[in-house]
């Protein structure tokens, strides 16, 4: 089988720095995305980790690290539009899937 | 560039009846998914499609159908719609290079069984 698993739920200020955990355990795992989605949204792509490390985009950053299955999103600067839900998704080599996480829902407060 | 299209936007169905959601984008993607959304919920794969022809089930297939005749197209169908089925769902799709795991989404098609 496969699972994610992130927070439900974070609560940071603005301009604060948080992050969002993911764990997940699959076969066939070629990388992990997060992505953006606002109430009523679509999702928006954030960034991708297809090697283990860090990348960076603007005040996102993202982390992987395949031997602990684990990955995590890095906000800095957090302004109150960061409020909204985000999702890790792991892209299978199997078809090219991407299978996502529940979601952690984020509070920026003033 | 219209990127992903979907409709309709919203839609009432009644118990029983069929639909299809249509998708289509305009980038040459290879790669199209279907996802359904429930309220508070994270994305569930329906089905996906590498190319024209193939098409593939995803995590939860059941109550659906799709069909890929073009690079363009990917409709979903809904046959004898239930109310387990209310969701909202998006279409995406992801180009040639999809090893960046960019997908690219619809705005979505709200659809209510009732």
């Known amino acids: 089988g496969q699972s994610l698993e992130q927070p439900s739920e974070v609560t940071a200020v603005e301009g604060a720095i948080v992050q969002i955990n993911c764990t997940y355990q699959?076969?066939?795992?070629?990388?992990l995305s997060w992505y953006q989605q606002h109430d009523g949204g679509a999702p928006t792509f954030l960034s991708y980790?297809?090697?283990?490390g860090l990348e960076e985009t603007g005040r996102f950053s993202s982390f992987l690290s395949r031997s602990d299955s684990y990955g995590y999103l890095l906000l800095q600067e957090l302004q109150m539009k960061d409020s909204a839900s985000y999702f890790c998704?792991?892209?299978?080599?199997?078809?090219?899937?991407?299978?996502f996480g529940a979601g952690t829902r984020l509070f920026v407060k003033a | 560039n219209a990127g992903v299209t979907q409709t309709p936007k919203f839609r009432i169905l009644k118990i029983g009846q069929s639909m299809t959601l249509q998708c289509t984008q305009d980038?040459?993607?290879?790669?199209m998914y279907w996802y359904r959304q429930d309220p508070g919920m994270g994305l569930k794969l329906i089905y996906y499609?590498?190319?024209?022809?193939?098409?593939d089930k995803g995590e939860v297939p059941n109550g659906y159908n799709v069909s890929r005749s073009t690079t363009e197209d990917f409709p979903l169908r809904l046959e004898l719609a239930a109310p387990s089925q209310t969701s909202v769902y998006f279409c995406?799709?992801?180009?040639?290079?999809?090893?960046?795991?960019?997908?690219?989404f619809g705005e979505g098609s709200r659809l209510t069984v009732l």
């Open positions: 995406a799709s992801s180009g040639l290079g999809w090893d960046t795991g960019e997908l690219f």
């Open positions: 699959t076969s066939g795992f070629y990388g």
């Open positions: 980790n297809g090697l283990d």
């Open positions: 998704a792991v892209l299978h080599t199997g078809g090219f899937k991407t299978i």
């Open positions: 980038m040459n993607h290879n790669y």
């Open positions: 499609s590498v190319g024209a022809g193939i098409t």
